[in-house]
């Protein structure tokens, strides 16, 4: 399986971006798939994970209310939309997926995944 994030740039504080994490190779909807960033000088932590059907999601608190995960299983894509950006949120934003049993979903660590996609930079000004 491999990933493809993409979708970062460059916005205000208090914008909004999609990022997209498209899957190639595999089964697509056996696929547990989470986001992860690290800023700067900080270590990679994880930001939303979403189940195999999409029915099953999990925020971190600082993206609680702010952040949406989505799937569409039919284009082997899961979605992060992030709003309300704030300069916290700049990093490199990593797509992570393992292929799970449909109710082993929850996985918040880095050690949980087996694929991960290359990265996309979230910058937000101030």
């Known amino acids: 399986v491999q990933l493809q994030a993409s979708g970062g740039g460059l916005v205000q504080a208090g914008g909004s971006l999609r990022l997209s994490c498209v899957a190639s190779?595999?089964?697509?909807?056996?696929?547990?798939v989470g986001w992860f960033r690290q800023a700067p000088g900080k270590e990679r932590e994880f930001v939303s994970v979403i189940g195999r059907s999409g029915s099953n999601t999990y925020y971190s608190d600082s993206t609680k209310g702010r952040f949406t995960i989505s799937r569409d299983n039919a284009k082997k894509t899961v979605y992060l939309q992030v709003n309300s950006l704030e300069p916290g949120d700049t990093a490199v934003y990593f797509c992570a997926a393992k292929s799970t049993i449909i109710t082993d979903w929850f996985k918040t660590r880095e050690a949980d995944y087996l694929y991960w996609g290359q990265g996309t930079q979230v910058t937000v000004s101030s």
């Open positions: 190779g595999g089964t697509f909807s056996r696929l547990t």
